[in-house]
């Protein structure tokens, strides 16, 4: 039963990382919170499922659901966040965000109607015995893809020259700017692959929690969650986060009395402990103003 | 540091003949109507105001109140955002906990306009309990911790069931006390006008006066302020409490003008519809409130009539564009549509 509990709860997390992944990726490169994040990766699951209704193969849909995502995000970095970035303001950043998760998802309710649909899962049906506890093979894909995912950001981040150009344009953007590297071009980068991200995030959780326009607000406040765990400039502090994150979430609802009300807040309290106690995250980087 | 201003001074160096884009976002200062003005246009609403309830149909008595009661949360959020520059995406959560305290207490046998005490004080603690840790959040953070609130309100709500009897809500009487000659409609409707009136007087001695520019200045800027005497630590905390004593009036009254609460009244686009009010409005401006009010109680009507997701869109449309075009939001378009009028108008007092 607790096992069970785990192997479910580690299979959700999954998706919180990926989610948390992304939100990392954005925060990194333009310091601010996407709170259309989760309707990005929305957008990406219907797009999937659009596609597989067209006559593609799933995992055909996915990659072309990824790279629209990245353009999309990429887009409404430079047109709609930059330009309110430089001026170092949190409140128009939240104000923009929030608008853009409001009009996506009207925008999706508009296409596909609010009836639920339902997507194919990207590793097939059944499951598989490990050790007594039942685990789905879509499960065992998401976990396995998320780490592969993660592999390959962090290898991108910490041993390319590319993922050095990255790192400087977040820690030095004016030493940056000055040895060449485009502080701007890095910024649209990471907001990019934080898109796709989150489209493969969205396409791999719709087979379990049905495609329907209030799909993704839960699962968003859960990745913030694992994200601001993890420390929200770490990527593999989203990793461990969203693990950490979906376990506990799990065992909330499993164990708590009146459990699938009180998983809802476990967010909330996750959220507002690390906050106060270790601002940073697990793994994040202090933030130290000089004054 | 980052500043979590909403405006920026003044004296920036800018074209003074620039785009439409930049006459758009140029602060401008309130209108100074001449004193005759003032006087017949207060005169002129109140007389307006009182007489609405007693000749027109209930349902545009609904609307109305509702009006007034979305100008209360405008109120008091905007004391928070605008002039304290503190972010909160949950302030569906005070509401909530402003229509519960009514609903609570008229089943144990409070009588009712005493309940809305009741919902201004329990919002009041709750804020002053949440405002000390919010002191140590800035920006994002307050708006994540925040929207995780708005978020978790209903579900909170169904596992507090022995209080707030779970999914089934809580029917409430909402009728006057016998002495009262008043139908149901008109009852509500007086007491939000009350209510709301209090709240716009308050706000606007609030904001002028010196606690609003110890908002101002911490906003803009904290250490600053805390050098020149602004106890930072209490102006942080009582922002947010009368903040959210002012959104649990309104609930208060919200509760009992439907006459029922559940937990699916508080969810997120509740707390969204407040954040779109003030933006739309004018941040830092206290009129603000009563046009973002009519604004979010009448676009809905109009778009839903479109399709049920146009709604959504025109938030997200609108917030997007104020937050690039007007910072200042319909006040400001007012003050640039008027201003000059209003300055030629005879009988000002000296400039």
């Known amino acids: 039963m607790l096992l069970q509990q785990l192997a479910d709860g580690i299979a959700t997390g999954a998706i919180y990382s990926a989610l948390a992944l992304a939100i990392v990726l954005v925060f990194r490169a333009s310091r601010t919170l996407n709170f259309a994040q989760g309707e990005f990766a929305l957008l990406g699951a219907y797009v999937s499922w659009q596609l597989v209704v067209w006559g593609l193969p799933v995992w055909a849909a996915l990659p072309v659901s990824m790279a629209l995502l990245a353009v999309l995000s990429a887009a409404s970095e430079r047109a709609l966040i930059r330009p309110l970035a430089r001026r170092h303001q949190a409140l128009p950043l939240i104000i923009v965000t929030l608008g853009l998760m409001i009009a996506i998802n009207a925008v999706i309710g508009w296409a596909w109607t609010y009836q639920t649909k339902e997507v194919p899962a990207l590793f097939g049906g059944g499951a598989v015995d490990l050790g007594g506890v039942a685990v789905s093979r879509q499960d065992i894909g998401i976990v396995l893809t998320v780490l592969v995912v993660a592999v390959v950001l962090g290898v991108l981040f910490e041993f390319t020259r590319w993922g050095l150009r990255m790192r400087a344009a977040v820690s030095a953007p004016e030493s940056a700017e000055l040895s060449g590297i485009s502080t701007g071009r890095t910024m649209t980068m990471g907001w990019a692959i934080a898109g796709a991200v989150g489209a493969l995030a969205g396409t791999l959780i719709a087979p379990e929690l049905f495609l329907h326009p209030g799909m993704m607000a839960p699962v968003l406040i859960y990745a913030f969650a694992a994200a601001t765990l993890g420390g929200l400039d770490s990527p593999v502090g989203a990793l461990i986060g969203g693990l950490a994150v979906g376990v506990v979430e799990n065992l909330a609802g499993s164990y708590l009395p009146h459990g699938s009300d009180f998983k809802q807040v476990v967010a909330l309290v996750i959220i507002v402990v690390v906050l106060l106690v270790r601002p940073q995250g697990i793994l994040g980087r202090r933030e130290v103003v000089r004054v | ?351």
Request: avoid cysteine; aromatic fraction near 8%.
């Open chain 2, 1 to 351: 540091m980052t500043a979590t201003s909403t405006r920026r001074r003044t004296g920036s160096p800018r074209p003074s003949r620039g785009s439409a884009v930049e006459w758009l976002r140029r602060p401008r200062p309130p209108l100074a109507p001449p004193r005759w003005l003032t006087i017949a246009g207060i005169a002129v609403g109140a007389a307006a105001l009182a007489v609405v309830p007693l000749v027109n149909p209930s349902y545009i008595n609904l609307t109305v109140t509702l009006v007034m009661i979305w100008t209360l949360v405008g109120l008091g959020l905007n004391l928070l955002v605008g002039f304290g520059g503190q972010v909160s995406l949950g302030h569906s959560a005070f509401f909530a906990i402003g229509a519960y305290a009514v609903a609570v207490g008229g089943e144990a046998g409070i009588p009712h306009p005493a309940t809305l005490a009741i919902a201004a004080a329990l919002p009041f603690l709750v804020g002053y309990v949440l405002g000390l840790p919010a002191l140590r959040l800035h920006g994002l953070q307050l708006g994540l911790v925040t929207l995780a609130m708005a978020m978790a309100t209903p579900a909170a709500i169904r596992a507090l069931e022995p209080l707030t009897h779970g999914s089934r809500g809580i029917a409430i009487d909402g009728d006057p006390p016998a002495w009262i000659p008043l139908a149901h409609d008109q009852w509500v409707y007086y007491l939000a006008l009350a209510a709301a009136t209090i709240g716009y007087v308050v706000t606007r001695r609030l904001a002028r006066g010196r606690l609003g520019r110890s908002f101002v200045a911490v906003r803009d800027a904290e250490i600053v302020a805390e050098t020149l005497g602004v106890d930072v630590w209490r102006t942080k905390t009582r922002l947010f409490a009368a903040s959210a004593a002012y959104a649990g009036v309104a609930g208060g009254l919200y509760a009992m003008l439907l006459e029922f609460v559940g937990p699916e009244n508080f969810n997120l686009t509740l707390s969204i519809s407040f954040v779109t009010l003030i933006v739309v409005g004018g941040l830092a401006t206290v009129p603000g409130a009563v046009l973002g009010a009519l604004f979010v109680q009448y676009v809905p009507t109009l778009t839903s009539s479109i399709s049920p997701a146009a709604t959504g869109a025109a938030y997200g449309a609108v917030l997007i564009a104020f937050a690039f075009f007007l910072p200042y939001g319909l006040v400001g378009l007012v003050r640039a549509a008027l201003g000059r009028l209003v300055a030629r108008l005879p009988g000002r007092r000296g400039t």
